[in-house]
């Protein structure tokens, strides 16, 4: 099991439920050290001034903030005033139907697990997933893990509670300034391009989809273990834009389901 990340309670009402977070993720991203290529050791980073060209410690690190122009300098005490207070509770504010959640709002998944193992804590924690899971709906609220504070979407899932970080609705961007531009398709456009989509409708199978990218830098650094030479391919040409969308899109039609 994974490192947890916070522990406190989740709290709704008057029940109060000992949780602990742990990521629901796992970071399977080759991770590369930056070498000096000459002699091959690590590169270190320091903190310069550009004035000065000295380094400086971390103690002597200001924080400044541009506004209209002006340079604003913040000191760490006048960051600390506004910190979030640090709690050890998920509060819950509301209980909502999970169809009216906007993917787009969600950011990291967590799960949400039992804080210890006696029996009032195990029976807490199933009673809130047992109920959660036939209301059908999802718990939000809010919580501090380190300095920030988050809005967070909790779940039913498989038998355990699922956390999900949220944005706030500010940090979404509108759509109404986008230029999309184009004219209206017609009715056969549209009409072959639904036929597309219904061909290409299947159940979602997660197992089905990998990670290539990850897959050919491994089968490179295994290679390069070998002292094989790894050859790079030519880019790939950007398509044209099809001169007829209405054939294109029959042609497509037929080459899927000939498929």
């Known amino acids: 099991m994974a ?3 916070w522990s406190g309670s989740l709290s709704f009402g008057l029940v109060n439920v000992p949780v602990q977070i742990v990521s629901a993720v796992r970071d399977l991203d080759l991770h590369f050290r930056q070498l000096h290529a000459k002699d091959k050791q690590p590169i270190e ?10 380094e400086v ?16 300098i913040v000191t760490d ?26 993917a787009i709002y969600f950011d990291h998944p967590y799960y ?29 609220g809010r919580f501090v893990m380190r300095t920030k504070e988050y809005l967070a979407a909790i779940r039913a899932r498989d038998g355990a509670l699922e956390l999900t970080t949220m944005l706030f609705g500010d940090e979404i961007r509108p759509t109404k300034p986008i230029p999309t531009g184009g004219r209206k398709p017609s009715r056969q456009q549209l009409d072959h391009a639904v036929a597309i989509i219904e061909e290409l409708s299947e159940d979602w199978d997660p197992g089905r989809y990998a ?20 050859e790079v391919p030519k880019p790939d040409k950007e398509p044209a834009p099809a001169p007829d969308l209405l054939e294109a899109l029959r042609r497509s039609l037929e080459e899927v389901q000939k498929a």
């Open 3 to 5: 490192r947890a990340l």
């Open 45 to 54: 980073q320091r903190r310069f001034c550009s004035k000065e060209g000295v």
């Open 57 to 72: 410690t971390i103690e002597e690190v200001a924080h400044s903030y541009d506004l209209d122009g002006e340079t604003v």
């Open 77 to 102: 005490e006048e960051l600390g005033s506004v910190q979030p207070r640090k709690t050890r509770t998920i509060d819950i504010a509301a209980f909502v139907p999970f169809d009216d959640l906007d």
């Open 112 to 140: 949400l697990l039992p804080a210890g193992e006696s029996e009032g804590t195990l029976r807490a924690y199933r009673l809130l997933e047992r109920t959660m899971d036939r209301s059908d709906r999802v718990a939000l």
């Open 211 to 230: 990670d290539c990218y990850r897959e050919r830098l491994t089968k490179v650094i295994q290679r390069k273990r070998k002292r094989q030479k790894i």
